[in-house]
C-alpha cells in the first residue's frame, strides 16, 4: 500500500537515538540541532523517561476518560509548580492542533461570541478552528475557509487589535508565545500585557499558543511569562511528551468544565501521563531550563561572530539564524555532509534551531563547526 505522500522527506533513516543524537541503519551518527520539529526537550530516549513508559506498559497502557486517572492528577500537580499555574484547570488531548481547537471552542463557549483576532505569520495547525486564525491559504480546503470570522492584525500592532475590540464580538485573541514556524518573530512584552489588559476590558478571551516556545524552550517555562501576564488559555504539546503524543491546554479557573464539554479518547491516557510525568521530572532534577539560558548564550556569543549571519531572532534555544540567501542548500550540506539536523520557517533564509533542552557546549561547538565549514 503506498503512503499518502504529503511530505518532502530527507533521505536518512533514523532506527535509534540517544540524548541529542540520531543513529542511522549504518551507524552513522547526527547531531540533532531540530528535535523532529521542536518535539525533543529533554532528549531522545532519556533512561527516566523509558523507565517510566516501559514501568507503565507492564501495568496498564490505556484506559479512556470514563475512570480515575491519578497519573493525570499527578501530572497536573508537577505541572502546576513547575509552570506556575496552580489555580488554572488542565485538560488533555492528543496534539498541538488539538490543544488549540479545543482553547478556541472554550473561549467560544465562554464568551458566547465567534470572532477571533489572530496574527500575520501565524501557524496554528491543521483541523478546522486552528487552519482558519494560521496564515497560510495553501493549506486550507475550501472547507476551511470563513467558518468563523476572523480579523488579522500584525504582531504588535497594537492600534489594529484596538480597533478589532471595539465592536465587542470578539471571543478570542490567539497568538503565539514565539512565532515558529512564521519565523520566529515575537510579540514584545508590552504587546502581550496590552492583550491582556484588552481582553479583559473587552470580555475576550487571550490564548497564548505555547505549542512550541513552551515547556522551557525560551528559557521560561513559558515564553509568555517574560511579560509577567496570566493568559485565560494556554496550550501546549510538543516538549511535553518529548515525542509522545500529548497535549494539553490551561484553563483559567473562572470558565468552568460542564460534563461534556469537551472530549477526546486518547487524551491524557496512561502511556501519555507516563511520558507526560517523565519530561516534568528530568526538567526539574536536571534543571534544564537553567541549561537552556547557560547555552542560549553560548550560541549567541558564537553566531555573533560568524559573518554571513544577518541576525539572529527567537529566545532560549528557539532560534532562527538570518542569512542573505536562502538557506536550504546550506541545510543539506549541514545533513549530508557534516551530518547535523537543523529547519526550515516559511523565511526561506531564516535557518532554524531547536535542539534538545538538555545540549552542552560540545554540542555547539560541533555545529557551529559545521556552520562555518559549510559557509566557506
Ligand atoms: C505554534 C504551533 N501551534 C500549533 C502547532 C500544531 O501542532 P501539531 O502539529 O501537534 O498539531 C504547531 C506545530 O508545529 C506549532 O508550532
Redesign the pocket.
Known sequence: MPLFDVYPRFDVTPVRAKGAYVYDEKGQEYLDFYGG??VISIGHTHPHYVKLLEQQLQLIGFYSNSVNMPLQEELAKKLAIQSGYADHQLFLCN??????ENALKLASFHTGKKKVIAFRK??????AA?LNVTDNANISAPINLDNYPVVWADLNNEKAVTQALRTKDVAAVIV??I???GGLDMPTVAFLQFLSKSCKENDALLIL?????GYGRSGKFFAHQYAGIQPDLI?M??GMGNGF?I?GVLIAPQIKAKAGMLGTTFGGNHLACAAGIAVLDVLASEKLIDNVMQMHQLLIDALQHIPAVRAIKGKGLMLGVQFDFPVQEMRSKLLYEHHVFTGAASDPTLLRILPPLGIDAAHIQTFIHALKNVLT
Not at 501565524?122 to 483541523?127: E, I, K, L, Q, V
Not at 499558543?209 to 516556545?213: K, M, R, T, Y
Open positions: 520539529h521542536g496534539s498541538g492542533a488539538e490543544a488549540n501565524s501557524f496554528h495547525g491543521r483541523t486552528t503565539e508565545g512565532q515558529g514556524v499558543d505555547e505549542i512550541q516556545s496550550t504539546a510538543k503524543p497535549g
